[in-house]
């Protein structure tokens, strides 16, 4: 299975790579079949949300569809949408992460919780932690952030800002793939990301 | 000839490679440190020691690690006659002497005992002669135990004999296994232990042994080690300051120990044990300042971003009472905090050679190796030992102490269980309790290291 999946990574990214060297620089679109769930979300928001045109394998993009996991929306309008494929024969997990805060560009902080004894200390930290560099695309620079915490605990992240709004995407380092293949895929997740704006 | 980045990048030269399997790359990767040669009027009493070289890193003095460390253990085969077989180990001892430097740049030797050794060969002798720990009114040599933060499955390992064996070269270690276990009748290998430390030191290369070790061999977390770092879980441990002096490991230095007849003066208790690090967990789920104060203590927030040598010298470690006002404030507690108590001297100590040990200083002598072995390089137990090809961060984790309740204190602090009775409540693999949410230990075992004079079957010949 994960022969297939790492196969497959390699024929989308060839697709990718195509596409690219047959169109040039030219801007891609929210593929069709998932646009109207990402078109819904920035409508909702009435903010820009960034909505991917590549996937890790085997996961696609489509809110409502068979690989989304988590869509929540806060009171604040910041947003996660999150896509998953759990691999029941062991053959390791494939999670991506949307997020966005609309109107806000501050690392968000996470509550923690240490439990001592009887004793429960809360606290909080940043979301995103231990920054590594930067990725560039299509115009992003994007943070590398290797400690995350809630739903992108274990994930590497990329965070950057755009219009006043902090945005960022993240994929769990864990089989099939390795930290440098995540890493790999969020470049080419990054170098896919196409703004769609709220519309009505 | 030298392995570029291409040729050793995703592991697959690991497989190609020979006997030696994946550690054959540390010669290929690095150089062999420049040691200063030393030569020795004469051999120290002591099996244990070797001489190390120093250089300075980040300011701080940090002890040169033999490159290639490995530890052969094994256990008696049909011996008739302990008193005859004793000077023909003896001899091959002294052969590999004649034939090596005592140092790093040669090799060095150290011939341990287990209890089964003890209890089952010279069962009467062991009776009068082995060393009691009087402070712990307990014998030296202890069965081995897990502790809290162990899993239900390690291994508690009844050797006969372990062999530690260190050197720059690995062709000196081949030597040395094949003239005690090979050419001689009288052991039945039970496993190979490989490993390597250091190699980076001398600032030749843009990576140090470790992170190109873990990428060769294609282990997951491997890219998130620090470039530099001396171990895989990045921070310099070999620091002069924090490894116990020349003796203070000896059963005699502190006075914990009565040795009766003075048999084993000189000699000193060993612990093996080997475990396996989470880089993946390590690296993603703790950032730099919980690093930090997870392998040091909390609260330490003067650290440099990126630093790896943290200093711990006596006058940079808190007192034994911040441990726990600290766990109350924070909830956690650092696993070198944790240790303090138990590790370093609470009061100047002046040795029986007249050696002052100031307050502070460190007790325990670390001899241990990062490695690829899961859990060893060969043994002669696969199913038992769940041994896989597929190779895994860790360490063979080599600990010399006066005694074992020694390391035992030590082991418990690091889990929060104090010698005073404290318990620092938290669970024993939480990510508040030091390294033990990372870590996992397979196998362990206690050893007697006996002096040079008594290292050949010990006790046989009375």
């Not at chain 1, 990329?158 to 864990?174: C, K, M, N, P, Q």
């Not at chain 2, 009565?258 to 690090?277: A, I, N, Q, R, V």
Request: aromatic residues 8%.
């Amino acid at each position: 299975m994960r022969a297939t999946i790492v196969a497959g990574v390699a024929v989308l990214a060839l697709a990718v790579l195509a596409a690219g060297a047959a169109g040039g620089t030219s801007v891609r679109d929210c593929p069709a079949v998932w646009k109207s769930g990402w078109q819904h979300l920035a409508n909702r928001l009435q903010a820009p949300v960034y909505c991917p045109t590549w996937m890790p394998n085997p996961l696609d993009a489509r809110i409502g569809g068979d690989y989304q996991d988590i869509y929540s929306i806060g009171k604040d309008r910041s947003y996660l949408v999150s896509f998953l494929y759990h691999g029941d024969q062991g053959t390791g997990d494939v999670h991506v992460n949307f997020r966005g805060y609309p109107g806000r560009t501050v690392i968000p902080r996470c509550k923690t919780i240490v439990l001592t004894g009887s004793k429960t200390l809360r606290g909080t930290t940043p979301c995103f932690a231990d920054a590594h560099g930067t990725r560039k695309a299509r115009g992003i620079v994007a943070t590398v952030y290797r400690v995350n915490q809630d739903a992108d605990q274990w994930h590497v992240l990329l965070a950057w800002r755009y219009a006043g709004s902090l945005y960022t995407v993240s994929e769990h380092v864990i089989r099939p793939y390795t930290y440098q293949q995540v890493v790999s895929n969020l470049d080419k997740l990054l170098a896919s990301l196409v703004l769609v704006r709220p519309q009505g | 000839m030298r392995f570029t980045r291409r040729r050793f990048l995703g592991g697959a030269v690991a497989g190609a490679l020979g006997g030696a399997g994946v550690y054959e790359l540390v010669d290929r990767l690095t150089a062999a440190p420049k040691r200063q040669a030393v030569p020795l009027a004469r051999l120290p009493k002591e099996q244990h020691l070797l001489d190390l070289g120093l250089v300075q890193v980040e300011g701080v003095e940090v002890v040169v690690p033999p490159l290639h460390s490995e530890v052969v253990t094994g256990t008696l085969l049909n011996v008739s006659d302990l008193r005859t077989a004793q000077p023909k180990l003896e001899q091959a001892l002294r052969s590999l002497e004649a034939r090596y430097a005592e140092n790093a740049a040669g090799l060095g030797v150290t011939v341990a005992w287990g209890l089964p050794y003890f209890e089952q060969h010279v069962a009467a002798q062991a009776k009068r002669y082995l060393p009691f720990d009087r402070r712990a009114q307990k014998p030296v040599l202890l069965p081995s135990r897990r502790f809290p933060s162990d899993p239900q499955d390690t291994i508690l390992e009844s050797n006969d004999v372990a062999v530690l064996l260190r050197s720059d070269s690995r062709a000196h270690i081949d030597d040395a296994r094949k003239a005690l276990f090979d050419d001689l009748p009288f052991f039945s290998m039970t496993s190979i232990r490989r490993g390597f430390a250091g190699g980076g030191f001398e600032g030749q290369g843009t990576q140090s042994l470790p992170k190109k070790m873990a990428m060769a061999a294609g282990i997951p977390g491997a890219d998130l080690i620090p470039d530099n770092a001396e171990l895989f879980l990045g921070f310099t441990s070999t620091q002069k300051a924090g490894l116990g002096p020349r003796l203070i490991a000896n059963h005699e230095t502190l006075g914990y120990v009565d040795l009766g007849t003075g048999y084993f003066h000189g000699g000193t208790h060993m612990h093996l044990s080997h475990l396996t690090e989470d880089l993946e967990a390590w690296y993603l789920n703790f950032d730099f300042d919980e690093r930090v104060l997870t392998a040091f203590r909390p609260g330490m927030t003067q650290v440099k971003q990126g630093a790896q040598t943290v200093a711990q010298g006596p006058k940079d470690i808190g007192p034994p009472e911040q441990l726990a006002h600290q766990f109350k404030a924070t909830g956690r507690f650092g696993h070198s905090a944790s240790i303090q108590a138990t590790s370093r001297l609470q009061q100047d100590f002046v040795g029986h050679d007249g050696t002052v040990y100031p307050k502070g200083t460190a007790i325990p002598q670390r001899a241990d190796f990062n490695t690829l072995d899961n859990p060893f390089a060969w043994t002669s137990s696969p199913e038992r030992d769940k041994k896989s090809a597929d190779p895994v961060a860790g360490v063979h984790f080599v600990v010399f102490n006066p005694t074992g309740d020694d390391f035992e204190r030590n082991r418990l602090a690091m889990d929060g269980v104090l010698p005073d009775g404290t318990k620092l409540r938290v669970g024993a693999r939480s990510r508040a309790a030091g390294f033990n949410s990372v870590l996992t230990t397979t196998h362990r075992q206690n050893f007697l290291v006996p002096p040079r004079a008594h290292r050949s079957f010990p006790l046989a010949e009375l």
